[in-house]
């Protein structure tokens, strides 16, 4: 039986791309003769025969793109927003290549059909997959992998990595199983780092649940105990990994200047070079612009629903943190009661690990309009005019809330030196569903790896988180 995550499903995978691409080529190609009555496309003579090349690159080049993209990556492609995301930005890097080896070979090819076939190919891909999934869900299929990981450390550190792996787990079959090294007495030798009582204990845990994975948790002076216990392991099979406090993700970027002829570190290094900041302007000025004419039919209904029903005023203006620490104002459909912000203290609340929580899925302040409009993510739509202003960019942080950014630990106040975003890494993994001012970690994630491909990545997968509709409220 085939199954989704073997390597013969990769090849299978492979194959049923090929096959939708051409299908699309020869079906389109039938219904393009039909098209020849349409008054605004050239018209194509019946009788035009292509090279048996065309039908053979076609596929070939989808299929390659759609590889290099690590479609068929399943551990990568586990969600079906990450396929899909993956999937869009394959096909148009594929479309793309297509269209130039037809511009350098076969220039006669009807431009119509060109994007009839992209077009139909990329909605095959997608319903094939679709189809796989529901099959293989019906089948209860996961990931035939088993794995058993073991989380070694102390107190809090030890807590989020637990948590973190217990939550992101794609992995039906995981097993997480801790090892709280607080209460070890014994547990640090001042000449040998990790004392051999400790390390005896932690091989006996590896081999009594079978442990495929070590996950070493420790705070950031601990690097003596890391390294002990990464050594006293190296003789077992099985995977070693160490996890990163958030203090030391803040410092993951650094350059080195040379300064008075000395190279030094400099850890105050701009997040986005000059160069960076051109293009990703450049972006944000393309983008929302044609976005806001784009969407303008949509904004203007929107705005006389909320009239209609909820009244003036029908746009929210907000105090937001941006770039630097400046105070900007937010422009949002209003999607609560008047004066949502005196009823504030009643909706807000301190969870079990001390967090201010501000938001949460059942407000009452929000209307029935606006909660629509918040699962769609139709409220968001007026910041393109803050994109265009300058106040803040397509893809970055999220905007934080003023009072919210005073209590802000040193290390989070990094994500305040890039322009704030209407959707960023943060968005897309989780949406409302995990807290923005819980989880810097994720906009430290894109200050770290901004390039403006990130950036298109982010945005294409926006747009299926959307489409889903998963974690908004």
Known sequence: MLRR??????????????LMVLISLISMSYARISMNSWSFIAYLPAEVQYSPAVYLFFPLVWVFVLAASSIYDGKKNFKLVDELSTLTIGSLVAAIAQAGILYLTYRDFSRALFIMIVVVSFLLCILWRIIARIVFRLRKETLNISRNILVVGIGTDLQK???TIRKNSYVEHTRVYVLDLKNQTDFQDETAGVCPKTVALIRSKVSEDQISDVVIAFPRHASDWIASISTN????SLGVWVALDYYDLSFATTHVENLAGLPLLDLRAPALDEYSRIIKRAFDLIISSFALILVSPIMLLVAMIILIFDGWPVLFLQDRVGENNRIFKIIKFRTMVRDAEKMREQVEFIDEDGHMIHKSRNDPRVTPVGRILRMLSLDELPQLINVIIGNMSIVGPRPELPYLVENYERWQRRRLTVPPGITGWWQIHGRSDRIMHLHTEDDLYYIDNYSIWLDIRIVIRTIWVVIVGKGSF
């Open 233 to 236: 392991l190296e003789d077992l």
């Open 161 to 163: 990595v637990e948590k």
């Open 5 to 18: 995550f073997s390597i013969n499903f990769t090849l299978f995978s492979m194959v049923v791309d090929a």
